[in-house]
């Protein structure tokens, strides 16, 4: 089957700090991976995704690589601001064109 | 470009009332799909459609209804509301293909009591 599996929150870190989420996936296929962001009240907002192995996405300072061989998809950013506090959602999409959740990480950057 | 748009954005409802979330896209997306939001617990498939006329269950369907008569709009029928569907309601859209990704409306929070 289809699932995603990420790190437990809540995250919190100093400004300018180092940030890892972990994302793991299971899936059937080659499936595309995503990384959201969901801001307090608001809806999800696509961060950035990979469509295929060994492809980085990056965006806003975040980057996540499409690890096949470890069936991962870590999002990273090396200084993080207080406007990054949100919770992070993992996902995948199938060929089916459906898209599977982890279970979001909240992360908090104090000053 | 509107994208996603969702309404109500809060809504308040007796137990055993009912009513519908609507939800548009103005993208021309094939796809549509509703999810629940509970906390801490990530999103979770209600319904989807991959085109007008076309719907089908998704994981947490029971006691909800869909219909895709349009492209454009995708309401989601809650009857005889229970506090177990208390939630927040989000609707989204994706392009069909690989690597598309999903455009999310602002999201519905809805209140059983």
């Known amino acids: 089957g289809n699932s995603v599996t990420q790190m437990e929150g809540p995250v919190t870190l100093s400004e300018e700090a180092f940030l890892t989420i972990n994302c793991t996936y299971t899936a059937t296929g080659y499936p595309s991976l995503f990384w959201y962001v969901q801001y307090p009240g608001e809806g999800l907002q696509l961060l950035l995704k990979a469509t295929k192995a060994d492809d980085k996405g990056s965006n806003k300072g975040f980057e996540a690589t499409y690890r096949k061989e470890t069936t991962s998809f870590h999002l990273e950013k090396g200084s993080v601001q207080v406007s990054d506090s949100a919770v992070y959602f993992c996902?995948?999409?199938?060929?089916?064109?459906?898209?599977?959740f982890g279970t979001g990480t909240s992360l908090t950057v104090i000053p | 470009n509107a994208g996603v748009t969702q309404t109500p954005k809060f809504r308040i409802l007796k137990i055993g009332q009912s009513m519908t979330l609507q939800c548009t896209q103005d993208?021309?997306?094939?796809?549509m799909y509703w999810y629940r939001q509970d906390p801490g617990m990530g999103l979770k498939l209600i319904y989807y459609s991959v085109g007008a006329g076309i719907t089908d269950k998704g994981e947490v369907p029971n006691g909800y209804n869909v219909s895709r008569s349009t492209t454009e709009d995708f309401p989601l029928r809650l009857e005889l509301a229970a506090p177990s569907q208390t939630s927040v309601y989000f609707c989204?859209?994706?392009?069909?293909?690989?690597?598309?990704?999903?455009?999310f409306g602002q999201g519905t929070r809805l209140t059983v009591v």
């Open positions: 993208m021309n997306h094939n796809y």
């Open positions: 989204a859209s994706s392009p069909q293909g690989a690597g598309t990704e999903a455009f």
């Open positions: 996902a995948l999409k199938n060929t089916g064109n459906q898209f599977y």
